[in-house]
């Protein structure tokens, strides 16, 4: 086997206009449009931190949900239709594959307890469950199944930082009769 330097790939870093990416046909990854939004809310908070990984003829073979929301405004236009890229040197079809099959299954998954933890250090620390919603991108039924709180104290949690305005009297009102 070859020596290979795995810095190689990275050093291969580009901005390219992203209408000349294309999306592969092999990649069974599906992502809801509620994460499409809070992907596009990452880039936006966070920046672009990790690139399109192309084949030679520009196939992407990670970060396709990264490239579409690329597509949508307000990304578009602030990132003047361009994405970050690094292209890999597969030698066959079957590697472009396996490369698209593997960066998705290394993502792993949010193991329960330690987002329990999560969630109970946001709450503990008064960030408001709007906030938490918004930034984490949970709806607020799922910050209560993680929040080990009862019904009752997470209802109160959650409308603590509401206000309301105060109702005025109204006088002198003329009914028709």
Do not use: C
Not at 9 to 15: D, E
Not at 65 to 76: F, I, Y
């Amino acid at each position: 086997m070859e020596e290979k330097n795995i810095l190689d790939t990275i050093k291969t870093i580009q901005i390219i206009d992203r209408d000349l990416l294309k999306a592969n046909d092999y990649n069974p990854n599906m992502v809801l449009e509620e994460n499409l939004k809070l992907l596009e809310r990452s880039i936006l908070n966070n920046g672009w931190t990790a690139p399109i990984v192309v084949t030679k003829d520009l196939v992407i073979i990670d970060g396709y949900h990264r490239w579409l929301v690329s597509g949508r405004e307000p990304l578009k236009s602030l990132l003047n239709n361009k994405v970050p890229i690094v292209i890999v040197e597969h030698k066959s079809h079957k590697e472009d594959i396996y490369g698209t099959i593997t960066h998705n299954r290394a993502r792993g998954t949010h193991l329960l307890d330690p987002m329990k933890k999560i969630i109970k250090e946001l709450i503990e620390s008064n960030v408001p469950m709007q906030e938490i919603s918004k930034e984490l991108g949970m709806r607020e039924e799922e910050i209560f199944r993680l929040s080990d709180f009862s019904r009752e104290d997470f209802l109160k949690l959650m409308i603590k930082d509401y206000s309301h305005s105060k109702a005025k009297k109204i006088t002198n009102i003329n009914v028709m009769k």
